[in-house]
């Protein structure tokens, strides 16, 4: 499930795998969720995002990936802290 402001830009996305009850904060700015997507899925974020914001579909992924990437990121470094 999906449901977001379109004046904001700021979304919440609920979903089987991870739990109907938990909610996920993404943005159109970080549109990627902390969690591991399959394509369709990934896909499907952007699409919502798409219709949400009426952004093109370039600048959704450009910021689905850069979020992305911040994110594993974060988790390397997490990783690394935990060998210290």
């Known amino acids: 499930m999906f449901i ?19 909610e996920h904060k993404v943005s ?7 969690m591991i997507l399959n394509e369709p899925e990934k896909l ?6 798409m219709a949400m914001s009426h ?5 959704v992924v450009v910021n689905y990936n850069e979020a992305a990437r911040r994110l594993i990121a ?6 690394g802290d935990q060998g210290r």
């Open 55 to 59: 952004a093109l579909f370039d600048e």
């Open 44 to 49: 499907w974020i952007i699409i919502c995002f």
């Open 4 to 22: 977001g402001d379109p004046k904001t830009g700021d979304a919440v996305i609920r979903g089987g795998d991870v739990g109907w009850e938990t």
């Open 28 to 34: 159109l700015k970080c549109p990627c969720p902390d």
């Open 74 to 79: 974060d988790a390397k470094k997490g990783l």
